[in-house]
């Protein structure tokens, strides 16, 4: 039996948290409202730091590791990306990393566990032999999702306190995954793919959270941003045989799909190749564009990355060039 049930994370140490399962917050009316140049709730960056970190007044930044150190005997992988954090029984944490690199050169994921007083405990690899892990998402259930960002790329579950084997999902379809969410009301995931003509995808699982079954769909996004799901006839093709994304002709194309987020029944997700913040609302099937930047130009978000969103709705995104900054869109969709 390959599913990693809630008794056995609770048994190895990692246990998700609530808020993992989205905000119980009322959708602002003001949803897609486009966001703009503003000004940061946080105050003016100031000069680096010592580690080279420009931030805003009253925070400090501490490096966790870095590429090729000695991480508590563990020697951390190189070209770090998507990452998450869990909580563990003794109050302490553990933080999942991919590594956006070669099996050969030790790619895959790694994870480092926490003392409740926040030093490092241990660090060690949850999932090995994979190639080019990117980004991904946790779940409610307290599993990593680790995708694989090339044409055979799959989706790997795994346990972040490494005590369980990680398990490949192919019902999550083979292909250039970027990230994955969970909509934990209708118990559905997501998935973004970082090509520039990627679907946006959506799976519903045969047993709800085991993922080795399920309906692979892509979207369809008519005029008035209705969206319509289709099935991908083979989620799971070989190298001689179509590709996901081309699978359905009438699928709606996004250029360069990367971070997803769900946060109150609502999914957010960016596109590289055209700078855009999406927001896909599950219960009305409506996508609307929240950020572009060709919109909004004089905006300090000149390009998008990873997504989250925090408690208070604040959306977060990871600029992924230039500075290598972290850009903020506030609930009055101020940038």
Not at 41 to 59: E, H, Q, V
Not at 79 to 99: A, C, E, H, K
């Amino acid at each position: 039996m390959d599913r990693i049930s809630r008794r056995q994370l609770i048994v190895s140490g990692a246990l998700a948290a609530g808020a993992l399962a989205g905000s119980p917050r009322l959708l602002r009316e003001a949803l897609a409202a486009p966001a703009r140049a503003g000004a940061s709730p946080y105050g003016p960056l100031g000069p680096p730091d010592a580690n080279g970190l420009m931030l805003p007044p009253g925070f400090s930044s501490r490096e966790i590791a870095r590429g090729l150190s000695d991480v508590s005997g563990y020697p951390w992988p190189v070209f770090p990306d998507g990452q998450s954090t869990f909580p563990t029984r003794d109050g302490g944490w553990i933080l999942v990393t991919n590594s956006e690199s070669l099996s050969i050169s030790g790619a895959g994921t790694s994870a480092i566990r926490f003392k409740p007083n926040g030093d490092i405990d241990s660090a060690y690899r949850i999932l090995a032999g994979t190639n080019l892990n990117c980004a991904g998402g946790g779940t409610p259930w307290g599993t990593w999702l680790s995708c694989e960002e090339h044409d055979g790329g799959l989706v790997w579950e795994c346990d972040p306190a490494g005590k369980l084997a990680a398990q490949p999902r192919p019902a999550l379809g083979v292909f250039n995954h970027e990230a994955a969410a969970v909509d934990p009301q209708r118990q559905q995931l997501y998935l973004t793919e970082d090509k520039p003509d990627g679907g946006f995808y959506r799976l519903t699982p045969v047993a709800y959270p085991d993922l080795s079954e399920g309906l692979l769909e892509v979207a369809v996004v008519a005029a008035d941003g209705s969206v319509s799901w289709r099935e991908v006839p083979n989620p799971a093709p070989t190298p001689v045989e179509p590709p996901t994304r081309q699978q359905v002709p009438e699928m709606t194309r996004f250029d360069g799909g990367e971070g997803i987020w769900h946060d109150g029944g609502v999914l957010y997700f960016t596109t590289k190749g055209d700078k855009r913040v999406w927001a896909y609302n599950a219960a009305t099937g409506i996508l609307e564009v929240l950020y572009d930047h060709a919109a909004a130009p004089d905006a300090s978000l000149d390009a998008v990355d990873n997504i989250t969103v925090s408690v208070a709705g604040v959306i977060f995104v990871d600029v992924a060039g230039g500075n290598i900054e972290v850009g903020v869109i506030t609930p009055e969709r101020d940038v």
